[in-house]
């Protein structure tokens, strides 16, 4: 993960994006995970570009939809380390339904979200965590609905890993990736990333409280109802100017989609991507014992 070896990063200056990279790749050695047992797939964005600039094995996927494909790819090869990222309109809009059940059924990866409250490659739509009354090229009269709330919506659906970050926060951002990268099961972190391109009027997220540092919040990351709380004054006090990141609810005790599978027997230990390249593979063999295991 040398910084320097991948192609020049085409971000706008002042992006935030520059910080999710900086922050991922600064979290790798922590993990113990070299390039080649990485995989991190990506959606439309400008997040999307962050595969290209990352060294480990990655997919640009289509809009929204990140999270199946690393679901996937998980599934089939186990040992890989997951990551997925995307946009807040590539992640809670286009790809809000995949959100919500990839985090109720815990896959074991981490899911990077980089929001701007705004659509940012496409020039600064209204995105679904644009504030109330935002203007935009789609909502010149203001945005007429509440946005999102990216933390609680994680939780309630059954994320067992749920955080928020800041790219002006560097080193919690690092420790968050990661907690999140080692964490068994769904890791949900909700990046704030500024888009001084067409997010002008935005904050920039500065300044910010992590809430385990402050003494004004105390609360238990493994209570789901004191988790909750927090969340939501969180997301309010967001758009009222005041930004609080941290880490608000870690569930180590519920296991992953892949430990109930293989528990109940019904995903082999063998990973499947082995099998695949096993050197007396056989393809008609491979494809009548998959066949005969969906029966
Ligand atoms: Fe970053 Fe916004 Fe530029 Fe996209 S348009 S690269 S989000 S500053």
């Keep these: 993960f040398t910084p320097g070896i991948e192609p020049q990063a085409t971000w706008c200056p002042g992006c935030g994006d520059f910080g999710v990279l900086k922050a991922l790749k600064q979290a790798m050695p922590e993990v113990g995970r070299n390039p080649d047992e990485v995989a991190l797939f990506t959606g439309i964005g400008c997040s999307g570009k962050l595969n290209s600039y990352f060294n480990s094995y990655g997919f640009h996927t289509i809009h929204g939809r990140s999270l199946p494909v690393a679901r996937a790819a998980k599934l089939a090869n186990p040992d890989v380390e997951v990551i997925a990222a995307g946009g807040d309109g590539d992640g809670y809009g286009i790809g809000g339904n995949h959100f919500m059940h990839t985090a109720r059924e815990n896959h ?51 994320a067992t890993y749920v955080a928020r970050t800041a790219a002006v926060n560097p080193n919690q951002a690092k420790e968050i990736i990661a907690e999140a990268i080692e964490h068994d099961g769904f890791a949900h972190i909700d990046f704030l990333t500024q888009c001084p391109t067409w997010n002008k009027d935005a904050k920039h ?45 870690v569930d180590d005790e519920s296991p992953s989609y892949q430990e109930e599978k293989q528990a109940t027997g019904e995903m082999p230990e063998e990973p499947l991507a082995e099998r695949y390249f096993d050197e007396d593979y056989e393809w008609e063999r491979t494809a009548d014992s998959l066949l005969d295991h969906h029966k």
């Design 108 to 158: 074991d990866m981490t899911y990077i979200v980089f929001n701007n409250e705004i659509f940012g490659l496409t020039k600064g739509q209204t995105s679904p965590t644009s504030p109330k009354g935002h203007k935009s090229k789609t909502q010149p009269s203001g945005s007429a609905k509440s946005p999102i709330r990216p933390l609680s919506l994680a939780l309630t659906s059954g």
């Design 205 to 249: 997220y500065v300044p910010y409280t992590d809430i385990q540092q402050s003494d004004d919040y105390d609360f238990d990351t493994s209570n789901r109802e004191e988790a909750q709380k927090m969340m939501f004054e969180t997301e309010n006090k967001l758009y009222e100017g005041e930004v609080l990141t941290g880490r608000y609810y």
